[in-house]
């Protein structure tokens, strides 16, 4: 990685700490009061023209984190520049700021006219009252990456679960590729997400669900070490090498005439930015292919692909994520998944509750990508079937009636699965991403 990782309590002793400590396991985390800063060292830089930020942290609710940095170049520093303010549990916006040498795209930073030569970033904590607070337990930065060394590893094929983002929530399937790339990476170490969970956790109010260091942020949530980078291929090889996949940004076309997109065989059509995780490389007939799971494809079978090597280098971007094993005493402020009790309303409707019998609020769908603010959803079980997580069951997606109901009847159901169809799991997925699981009495 052509940056810095900042993720050990050594790493992290080397900046200044203003009303901020480090907690026993080494993460950063408020002193006493309702604001602290971590600022870094000054790091120095060959010739940075564009840099990404991404963390990993705990964000209890009523508390947040605010990541900025700033550049320096033969005219001197520019400004603070801000990624926003991260939790899961507030209405989260990416700014995009145009004034001076450097300027603020989204989730870029973006030096304007020459090259940077050092960078130094910082980190506010806020807590709504004393005794809460939000703790970093990851902290990085990147720029694109110079050619390595591409050491010649072993071939490797990792096992990884295949979701399409076709057949998922009609209000944003079309637009969260980041969102299942990343769930395929923490369901295959162990998670049992839906990709909508993970979707409107990383959803991004100003921008959507593509927003790099926020997808690895929902991922840092949950516990896991996490970080959005630009990568070489021999780093590549290397996390597929000691068993991780990694999500990579591509972009490309089916049309070997298209002109303007590099041109991807097996790919299902066109897209100018995408995201899909990569699982290993294998060889045949002399030429090396990689091994993807690509959610633009018509159904969940169809994304697990290959992709020639050399043509699938051209579509990548650079920037790739990287998700690792929890860890210690993290991921306690995620939104969780709760157990819920479904009971009949009358008239083909139902309500959901809570264990303790209390009627819960269905999350409202409606709007389109971002303006979406949850999902509600069946999970279907068919027999004779055992998919590794729900995400691999069909799913059929509901809306809740004015009153907090739902209707829910054996039509709703595809045809062609009502006879091999054993079971029914709701799944009500708020906008933090939290969710209730209940089951539900097969029509």
């Known amino acids: 990685m052509n940056g810095m990782m900042i993720d050990t309590a050594a790493k992290f002793r080397e900046g200044a700490f203003e009303g901020v400590e480090l907690s026993p396991w080494g993460y950063v985390r408020l002193q006493r009061g ?4 971590w ?37 001197g520093w520019s ?14 916006r990416s700014l995009s700021a145009a004034e001076g040498p450097a300027a603020m795209d989204t989730d870029t930073l973006l030096v304007k006219k020459g090259a940077a030569f050092c960078v130094q970033l910082r980190v506010y904590l806020r807590a709504q009252q004393k005794g809460l607070s939000p703790q970093l337990r990851l902290l990085c930065f990147s720029s694109p990456a110079g050619k390595d060394r591409d050491e010649a590893i072993p071939q490797k094929v990792l096992k990884a679960p295949s979701y399409s983002q076709s057949i ?20 295959r170490l162990g998670e049992n997400l839906l990709p909508e969970e993970t979707a409107h956790l990383c959803c991004d109010r100003a921008y959507g669900f593509g927003n ?37 940004s591509v972009r490309y076309t089916n049309d070997p005439n298209d002109g303007e997109l590099p041109y991807l065989e097996g790919t299902t059509g066109r897209t100018a930015g995408h995201l899909i995780a990569l699982c290993g490389f294998e060889s045949e007939g002399g030429r090396e292919y990689a091994v993807v799971r690509d959610s633009y494809s018509p159904d969940n079978a169809g994304a697990a692909r290959r992709y020639p090597l050399d043509q699938l280098l051209q579509a990548w971007g650079g920037v790739a994520y990287f998700v690792r094993e929890r860890q210690p005493e993290a991921g306690y402020a995620a939104p969780g998944c709760r157990r819920g009790v479904v009971r009949p309303a009358g008239e083909g409707r139902f309500r959901l509750y809570g264990e303790g019998g209390e009627e819960l609020r269905l999350p409202p769908v409606g709007g389109r990508g971002e303006a979406c603010t949850g999902t509600l959803a069946v ?34 159901i595809p045809e062609e699965l009502r006879a091999a169809c054993g079971g029914a799991v709701l799944c009500a997925v708020c906008e933090t991403g939290g969710s209730v699981h209940a089951q539900l009495p097969m029509p």
């Open 34 to 37: 309702r604001e602290g800063c």
């Open 212 to 248: 790099w260091p926020y997808s690895a942020a929902a991922a840092g949530a949950r516990g896991f070490r996490a970080w959005a980078a630009y990568a070489s291929l021999g780093e590549l090889r290397r996390e597929i090498s000691d068993g991780y996949a990694v999500g990579i």
């Open 168 to 187: 998922r929530q009609p209000e944003i399937g079309w637009c969260i590729c980041s969102a299942v790339t990343m769930t395929v990476l923490m369901n």
């Open 379 to 412: 999970a279907l079980q068919i027999r004779g079937q055992a998919p590794s997580t729900l995400a691999a069951c069909p799913m059929v997606y509901l809306t809740a009636e004015e009153d907090g109901s739902f209707r829910w009847s054996r039509e709703q």
């Open 79 to 92: 400004s603070w520049l801000s990624w926003g303010e991260w939790s899961p549990y507030r209405d989260r």
């Open 39 to 75: 600022t870094s060292p000054v790091y120095s830089v060959d010739g940075v023209t564009k840099l990404v930020a991404s963390w990993s942290a705990d964000a209890p609710r009523g508390t947040s984190l605010e990541v900025q940095a700033r550049v320096c170049l033969e005219s």
